[in-house]
């Protein structure tokens, strides 16, 4: 592992016990090592948390072991011991490093989870059949889910799902059914918004055309106007929605939309009717006068 600094390298050793090795990375030198006690041996797996002050290696020793390191000090901070049987194998760390999910190596394999402050196991999942040996581990940067590759044949990829709401907010999904209608000059493109926000709201809407990077923007509404379109050209639209990570991907193209100066037109008388639909709506006994010619 490296820290987030990339100034220094850990790395656990098969040996008993284990020992964890401090690289300098400028020098590309051994700086320190740290050798743990009986009984935590074989690190097999190694995590680091999210602010690169605190790693985490799992002993590949019946019970199993996660050990925790204080990078700082380079010292030895505890340890998280296992049920019988339960040998740890692979893990990862939530994005704010309140947990810790180690992957085991039986059959079939389970997840568990260590809580970070005083390293108590507070639960764990049972898999399935197949599902054996979770040699590898991965976060998704919210930390909603944690994915394990299996250590068998034909591999799998077991996706469980570590926590209910984002960890740590991310950018929004793309818009879906965007589509647009043309003007004299111009288009009206509507869409709906991302089936997730990533955990913080939408504060904005930004429409691209192709060809001509021409664009609209909202502050929240799923409708703009692009302006600035030549008459006759086909023109494509996608969406991007932005939350307080930033802007997130760009949705995919909505379909080919012709402006020319009849369609304002149309357009226009569209939305007259659909306003004449609304107002007898509202006042049912209002009819238009009739008038002879």
Not at 231 to 250: I, L
Request: hydrophobic share 40%; proline share 8%; charged share 15%.
């Amino acid at each position: 592992m490296v820290d987030p600094a990339g100034e220094f390298a850990y790395f656990g050793t098969s040996t008993a016990p284990g020992r964890v090795v401090k690289v300098d990375l400028a020098t590309f030198s051994r700086v320190g090592a740290l050798t743990l006690p009986a009984g935590e041996a074989q690190l097999f797996s190694a995590a680091m948390g999210p602010q690169g002050d605190r790693a985490y290696f799992g002993t590949f020793t019946t019970p199993g072991r996660l050990v925790a390191v204080d990078l700082e000090s380079f010292t030895r901070a505890g340890a998280a011991v296992f049920d019988t049987g339960i040998t740890a194998y692979s893990m990862v760390v939530d994005p704010l490093g309140g947990a810790v999910y180690v992957g085991t190596y039986a059959i079939p394999a389970q997840v568990v989870k260590v809580a970070t402050d005083g390293l108590v196991v507070v639960g764990a999942i049972g898999l399935g059949v197949g599902e054996n040996q979770l040699l590898s581990a991965a976060i998704a940067p919210d930390g909603r889910f944690a994915y394990f590759g299996s250590n068998t044949n034909p591999g799998g990829v077991v996706k469980i799902r570590v926590a209910a709401d984002p960890v740590v907010p991310v950018v929004a999904g793309a818009p879906v059914s965007v589509s647009g209608s043309p003007g004299d000059g111009e288009a009206e493109v509507t869409w709906s918004p991302p089936a997730d926000d990533g955990g913080s709201a939408i504060t904005s809407y930004t429409v691209t055309s192709t060809p001509g990077a021409f664009t609209c923007s909202t502050l929240g509404a799923t409708s703009c106007v692009v302006q600035g379109l030549t008459n006759g050209v086909g023109y494509t639209f996608s969406v991007v929605a932005t939350n307080a990570v930033g802007p997130g991907p760009a949705s995919p193209p909505s379909g080919v939309v012709t402006p020319d100066a009849a369609s304002l037109h149309l357009r226009h008388r569209h939305r007259h009717l659909r306003h004449l639909r609304h107002h007898q709506w509202l006042f049912p006994g209002h009819r238009q006068p009739h008038r002879r010619g």
